[in-house]
């Protein structure tokens, strides 16, 4: 059974940081590109950021204009795990989180389409 479980979401100011944590479960998470996506209040699911996969540990990673030089994704194969390291946040950046993993990561950027998805969790920043 495939497990996408997201954590480290939580309140804080603004100027603060969090880091999101998606532990995967019940597929080759090496094999797959994982990325991170964001829904805020009465708006649509936008892309946040995504990283490949590889077989020799050079990953690329894209990032969505308004989170560019604050947020930086990664991930460790051995835990099943993909991190997002967030700064600098702002009232703006408030939104549910989803992880999501796809064998492709053009599409995890530019469809929002992906073959697993996780259940979210909340961040807040309050200003």
């Known amino acids: 059974q495939v497990q996408l479980v997201e954590s480290g979401g939580g309140l804080v100011q603004a100027g603060g940081s969090l880091r999101l944590s998606c532990a995967a479960s019940g597929f080759s998470f090496s094999s797959y590109a994982m990325g991170w996506f964001r829904q805020a209040p009465g708006k649509e699911r936008e892309f946040v950021s995504a990283i490949s996969w590889s077989a020799i540990n050079i990953y690329l990673t894209n990032y969505a204009d308004s989170v560019k030089g604050r947020f930086t994704i990664s991930r460790d194969n051995a835990k099943n795990t993909v991190y997002l390291q967030m700064n600098g946040l702002k009232p703006e950046d408030t939104a549910v989180y989803f992880c999501?993993?796809?064998?492709?990561?053009?599409?995890?950027?530019?469809?929002?389409?992906?073959?697993?998805w996780g259940q979210g969790t909340q961040v807040t920043v309050s200003s």
């Open positions: 999501a993993a796809d064998r492709n990561k053009e599409r995890l950027t530019t469809t929002q389409a992906a073959d697993y």
